[in-house]
């Protein structure tokens, strides 16, 4: 298994000097960003392998053009995971916690071994490891004691995250009878697959937003500022790394076994390899074996056994050379698609799905995943009894990328649209939940169903809208409550939720007097709702929940709405003609005037509420605003909120158009660089404050 690093479409190498340029300095600034994504904000943008890929080539760019060598460069530092004011203590690391070289070849991997063995004129022992795919960890004893629990930071300075990691079951507190009382040991943090499952399962239920993957979920927990929580979450840990003035035995494997004697979880998957050919062996049995695991892997680490070679083989700025990491490449399987079905959502897309026959990947096992559209299906020329390719990265969700070429069907298909494996692929002509013919806008890749008061999910669907925590915020109505009560008649549109008795809701099976209370204070809450979330909550199709806002400020109810122009309508900032058409489609069906009154008559707020309605003013008119940095006074969201409120813009990046930039403490660098650059104004909290007040 050999990976040429750029056989990918991800990256294509280039030869012209000033694009190579040009190339560096994107690079380095997607980099730079991507970092802070994945280390900060725990929400990754890039897949592992893109940002290795997008590393390597910035590398390669950078030793082929060392005039432009920039000691700020990615290339040069590892990733930081410092947050702002995020309430832990900070604390210099007592030796630099570094990162490791890695490869997705064989070959490279071959390379580092040969190069190793000249640098020290014979084959040393190395030491093969899994390389757990989760966030490193150095923990420092003082006198046996577990003192400190810093994070990687950037390198040098890390949080100190001690009371959450002393939730893990993992990692003894205090450490008796030990050849070593004061002494550094690292490792991974990790969520376990079973626990990473479960946190997401549950916060689906409550709509939050979804770990990508288990690493995201294990940043995210260890930076919560309650432990308690961080003890529910279920983390575990791996160390690999002991480190101290004086270790108890001179190879990196017979530290390890210490370890484990004083009781920390140090793997069984170690070999000690005297040769390439053992190191290769030891991949290939893991590349496979690892789905068994319960934790994430993403590769091997190799490092020289013998710990008096590895200080002679030295570091370079960011990695030592006496160690390197295998990444495995992302995993891929081939599978049967047994047969295309489709889903049809809360606004009528009609979604095909591949139905496949269940395979292991990541450690769990995928049966369904989306096609997206018919344009994706055509595309990848994919039919019902083809051998398809399933590969899951660093994302939740698997995709289909490709299919094997072969002669025939594996299956014969006899669905009910009357075409069977060997034709070729026709997506649906009628909605397979209620009948109707579906249509598809030419400038849309979407079939959709138009049946939206008749078409069971889509009627549904709009109530999982209204009652959803952004809009309504119904609690105690979750997505199978909603259907039971549909198929037992109780409701069929949001207006009847206003009608429901306790009684009916009792009726139901499973239903005791604390839910049903729940659900019914839920409803009589959801009349105290402001009109700018009504009207998000109505579920007009395009008016999400930014739009309603804009369109609620300017339309104080749901009658000045109801009877705007086109033109009104498009003066509304964001709002187009395809908005504008859709409010009066909306209002032009008597089945929503009827909700409305009702809702109207529940005690629904359909217009402002004068008392509440925030003072507005044209004082920030034809102004851009970048928000950067954490607030005392309101949250971001409320700032953004305030620019709109005055008649201000807010953006997220900081270009020639911004006006000023509302800064609150930490401010991020690359914005303050480039305001710098720019000349761009800053302007701190209580000066905004003043400027949107003061007349
Ligand atoms: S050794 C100086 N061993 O991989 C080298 N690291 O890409 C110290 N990792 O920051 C690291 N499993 O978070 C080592 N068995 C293992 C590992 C491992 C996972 C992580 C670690 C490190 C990163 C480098």
């Not at 298994?1 to 190339?23: A, G, H, R, S, V």
């Not at 899994?130 to 994070?151: F, M, P, Q, R």
Request: hydrophobic share 35%; charged share 30%; glycine share 6%.
């Amino acid at each position: 298994m050999q990976l040429n690093l750029f056989d990918t479409e991800d990256i294509q190498p280039q030869d012209n000097p000033l694009q190579e340029k040009d190339e560096i300095f994107a690079l380095r600034k997607e980099l730079e960003e991507a970092n802070y994504k994945y280390y900060v904000l725990s929400q990754p943008t890039l897949s592992d392998r893109e940002f290795d890929l997008k590393m390597r080539r910035l590398q390669d760019l950078e030793a082929k053009h060392p005039e432009l060598a920039d000691k700020n460069s990615p290339t040069q530092h590892v990733g930081s995971d410092l947050s702002r004011k995020n309430g832990f203590r900070q604390m210099e690391h007592k030796r630099p916690m570094l990162s490791l070289a890695n490869t997705y070849s064989e070959q490279e991997i071959r390379e580092w071994y040969e190069r190793v063995c000249k640098d020290i004129s014979f084959k040393p022992d190395i030491v093969c490891e899994l390389k757990y795919d989760g966030l490193s960890i150095s923990l420092i004893y003082e006198n046996g004691t577990l003192v400190h629990a810093l994070t990687r930071g950037d390198g040098t300075r890390g949080d100190d995250v001690i009371d959450n990691v002393k939730t893990i079951p993992a990692i003894p507190w205090k450490i008796d009878n030990s050849p070593l009382t004061n002494f550094e040991i690292r490792g991974e943090i990790l969520l376990p697959w079973e626990s990473f499952e479960r946190l997401n399962k549950e916060r689906e239920e409550q709509e939050e937003p979804l770990f990508a993957n288990p690493r995201n979920a294990a940043s995210g927990t260890l930076k919560l500022q309650d432990p308690r929580i961080v003890a529910k979450r279920g983390l575990d840990a791996y160390l690999y790394y002991l480190l101290a003035d004086k270790l108890p035995q001179d190879t990196h494997y017979g530290c390890l076994q210490v370890a484990r004697q004083m009781g920390f979880k140090v793997s069984d998957a170690i070999r000690v390899c005297h040769s390439i050919d053992q190191i290769m062996q030891f991949i290939s049995f893991w590349d496979t074996e690892r789905r068994n695991l319960p934790v994430a892997t993403d590769g091997i680490v190799l490092k020289v056994n013998d710990l008096s070679l590895q200080q002679q083989l030295g570091y370079t700025a960011k990695t030592p050379r006496w160690a390197i990491a295998y990444k495995f490449p992302a995993e891929k399987q081939l599978t049967l698609l047994k047969k295309i079905t489709y889903q049809v959502g809360r606004t009528g897309v009609v979604t095909p799905v591949a139905n496949l026959e269940p395979v292991q990947l990541s450690g769990t096992t995928v049966q369904r995943a989306t096609l997206h559209n018919e344009d994706f299906i055509r595309q990848l020329g994919i039919r019902e009894g083809d051998m398809v390719w399933v590969k899951k990265g660093g994302e939740i969700i698997p995709k289909i990328t490709g299919k094997e070429e072969r002669k025939e069907s594996l299956i014969e298909t006899d669905s009910e649209n009357g075409h069977n494996g060997l034709s070729s692929f026709h997506f649906i002509t009628h909605c397979p939940e209620c009948g109707a013919m579906l249509i598809r806008d030419p400038n849309e890749a979407a079939w959709r169903c138009p049946n939206e008061d008749g078409c069971p999910p889509q009627k549904k669907g709009k109530v999982e809208h209204f009652v959803a925590r952004k809009a309504m915020n119904i609690d105690g109505l979750g997505s199978e409550t909603i259907d039971l009560f549909f198929e037992k008649g109780r409701l069929g549109n949001i207006a009847d939720l206003y009608d429901l008795k306790q009684d009916d809701i009792l009726a139901l099976e499973g239903f005791q007097q604390k839910a049903t209370q729940n659900i019914l204070d839920g409803i009589e809450a959801s009349k105290q709702v402001p009109w700018p979330r009504v009207l998000f909550a109505l579920g007009i199709r395009y008016v999400g929940e930014t739009t309603a806002k804009k369109l609620a400020r300017r339309f104080t109810s749901v009658d000045a709405l109801k009877e705007a122009s086109t033109e009104c309508l498009t003066q509304v900032e964001d709002v187009g003609v395809q908005i504008a058409e859709s409010i009066h489609a909306y209002f032009g069906k008597q089945a929503n005037l009827d909700i409305i009154e009702r809702l109207r008559k529940a005690g629904v707020r359909l217009q402002a509420d004068e008392q509440q309605a925030q003072p507005s003013s044209d004082r920030l008119k034809g102004q851009t605003v970048v928000i950067s940095g954490t607030f005392l006074h309101h949250s971001r969201d409320e700032y953004k909120e305030l620019i709109e409120l005055h008649g201000g813009k807010n953006t997220g990046s900081v270009s020639k158009k911004t006006s000023f930039i509302l800064a609150g403490d930490n401010m991020g660098p690359q914005k303050l660089e480039k305001a710098r650059q720019l000349g761009v104004r800053i302007v701190a909290e209580d000066e905004f404050l003043r400027l949107i007040v003061e007349s």
